[in-house]
């Protein structure tokens, strides 16, 4: 794409200003992804995409091309419904985060939007890469989109889980440092998938691990002290999980 607009400025220097030369090879490079995208082999897709995302990393830089505009494009040329639905492809979804990122920066990603990523999450042959996906995209604590997904998650069935969905939820500690009701909240979904029996032992270690992880990061006062209280409780009344949660908690519970 990067030989392709060169060549072409070079051949337009000599007909056309400086300006009118950069609007008609912005504008070709719109078709030529969007052409390569809607394309029936792979590598074109993929292609295609390379070349959206190279243009969101250049757009604060484009002679003429605003985001304004761009944003008008891909939705007219339903470019998210293409990723997530009519091309979706592994390969594909690998190399979705920037423009999922640009999207939601530019506040795009709507419900109907959400519910197309999640169906592909009930599938098992692209589950973990849209699952790594939402995790890359980093959506801000409070979001929409986080609050939409880790929902999904909290009801997925237990046969469906899996360590990249407790991931979207883990991951999503590091912007609740000052939020602790929040952080409190997230860790309170896993902490009910690592206590339920319905999940496979994998997964209920998994779990722990991660709530271990996130209540770290909560003040003694008041979360960690009454978590502290709840499995000491929990462990002289000898309730399932009790004494192995009390073990793999105590360190991250004692650091105040």
Request: hydrophobic share 40%; charged share 30%.
């Amino acid at each position: 794409m990067d030989k392709l607009h060169v060549h072409l400025s070079n051949l337009l220097r000599r007909v056309y200003t400086v300006l009118e030369r950069q609007k008609i090879t912005e504008q070709l490079e719109l078709l030529l992804c969007t052409a390569m995208l809607q394309s029936n082999y792979l590598q074109r897709q993929i292609d295609g995409l390379k070349g959206f995302n190279e243009i969101i990393r250049r757009l604060g830089r484009m002679a003429v091309m605003s985001p304004e505009y761009f944003v008008h494009w891909i939705q007219e040329h339903k470019v998210i419904e293409e990723l997530f639905g009519t091309r979706k492809h592994q390969q594909i979804l690998q190399r979705s985060v920037p423009i999922v990122i640009f999207m939601h920066e530019q506040g795009l990603i709507t419900e109907a939007i959400m519910e197309k990523m999640w169906e592909n999450v009930q599938d098992d042959q692209f589950k973990e890469d849209i699952l790594k996906v939402i995790k890359e995209a980093a959506f801000p604590v409070g979001s929409k989109e986080l609050e939409f997904f880790i929902g999904k998650i909290a009801e997925l069935n237990p046969s469906m889980m899996s360590e990249e969905a407790l991931d979207v939820i883990y991951e999503a500690r590091k912007g609740s440092e000052n939020d602790p009701e929040k952080l409190l909240q997230y860790a309170g979904i896993i902490e009910k998938i690592m206590l339920d029996n319905s999940y496979s032992l994998s997964i209920s270690e998994k779990a722990l691990e991660k709530y271990a992880g996130m209540i770290v990061d909560l003040p003694f006062e008041p979360y960690k002290k009454s978590i502290l209280a709840k499995y000491i409780h929990q462990m002289l009344e000898k309730v399932d999980y009790g004494v192995s949660v009390e073990c793999e908690l105590c360190d991250g519970l004692e650091a105040h």
